[in-house]
């Protein structure tokens, strides 16, 4: 449509607007159509002429810089069952954060469903949701449309035609059966890869580390990226290898580390060392000790008191120093061998009280089986249960009926419920968000019945998760039969 017929047009509609005749005001070639009919057909035809004009015509031009992309990818597994959608939809909207939308999704996931699309969708960025939405993190972050990740193993020469999700899981199960050919395809190619591209490659190295491994972790020693480099160092401690300053020089961490640690003795008959933090003069100093804690790793510090990983954890004295018991968990959980690791879980958990909580920080590290656990030694302390909210890594769907009854747990659960105290409802409300997800579809019906009895109300937004856990296995039932 050219000027001057937009202009008429214009003219047309504000005359119609107030309430006159249009057909002496229409472009010619409009005329032409209406011209033999009577007065009232003439302005209808215009307007159905001037109606096409403006939803066609009219209608804006789409920027160049769109492209058009492929349809989303069909997943591995079957889409939630429509009438599962807003349970599921509830379940998302009260979880407060990702990492509680990312627990929903697992539930899900391990129930062998995926969600919609229009309900959730996993960011380009996201390295925490199920391996099953890689196709769809994929297509996120595609920019060119076109290409599509093969189905056939990752090599070196299909690399590029894989893209980031896909490649971090190829390699990630590489790691797995063939470590040795996941590490020479990294070596290959992390170079090219920015800078968070290669740390992503490179932490992918911690499934099945192995000596064999150290050398190419050495070499990264040069690498552009500080952060490859803290990491490569971290991944070289878990095989028991130093850093490259252990000498009590200037630039030797470990040794001013060591200086806010102090060494005693315990014990009449068979004396043996004791490990406790050094009382700290100033704010100074304690950050200085959180940093050193982050920069170095256990076998280092470990060494300036001339001990091994496993004598010196098992030395520390926890609960001097809560702050300090925060920082060498996370530094074990980071440069701690394995062995070191499953040695501190046991030793903690079958301990109890307190200082077992800062297992939580060991979780990434932990199998299974630590995992259940550490989660069924917290449901027995009633002081720390909602320590359980910040487990992380967790199997879903596995805590039966029995963890819970014969335990603290329920009775404190019931308790909260049934009070007064704002703090203690939003507490119970956020272990039951974190309980339906660890619990199988029995647990969480039960559970449900529970806390209603106790006084929740039946549709209260902190049952979401145990309500989609337990009509999950309800849909699953009715497929089977």
Known sequence: MNEGEQTGLATMRDCWITGGASFDLAPTAWKTIADDASADEQERRLLAIAAQA???ALRPAAPKTLKRRPPLPRLALPMLPERLRPLSRAALKHAAD????TRVVTLIAS??????P?????????????DVYAPWIDWQASLDGERHAPQEKLTAENWDEFYPAARRIALAEMRRSEPASARLLVEAKASGEPAEARLALVELMRFGLNPEDAPFLKSLSADRSGKVRELAGRLLARLGEHGRSIDGGPDDAAAELAAFISEGKSGF???RSIYTPAKLKSPAQEKRRAELFETCNLVDLAARFSASEPEFIGAW???????????????????GSDATVTHMADALVADGGKPA?????????????RKRALVRMILKQANYLNAINLAEGIDAGWLEWDDLSNRSALAALRSAVAGNDDAMRRGADDMLETIGFLATATTAAKLIDEVVAAGMPPAAPSLSVLRLNAALAEHQSRTDT
Do not use: E, Y
Not at 357 to 369: A, E, G, Q
């Open 111 to 116: 129930r062998g469903f995926v969600l919609h």
């Open 54 to 56: 403006l939803d066609v």
């Open 357 to 369: 909580l800062f297992v939580l920080h060991l979780t990434p590290r932990l199998d299974s089986r």
């Open 269 to 271: 008959i068979r004396r």
């Open 317 to 335: 004295q926890f609960g001097a120093d809560n702050n300090a018991d925060i920082l060498i968990a996370r530094m074990v959980a980071a440069s």
């Open 98 to 101: 990702a990492r509680r939308k």
């Open 118 to 130: 229009m309900d959730w969708m996993p960011v380009a960025s996201d390295q925490n949701s199920p």
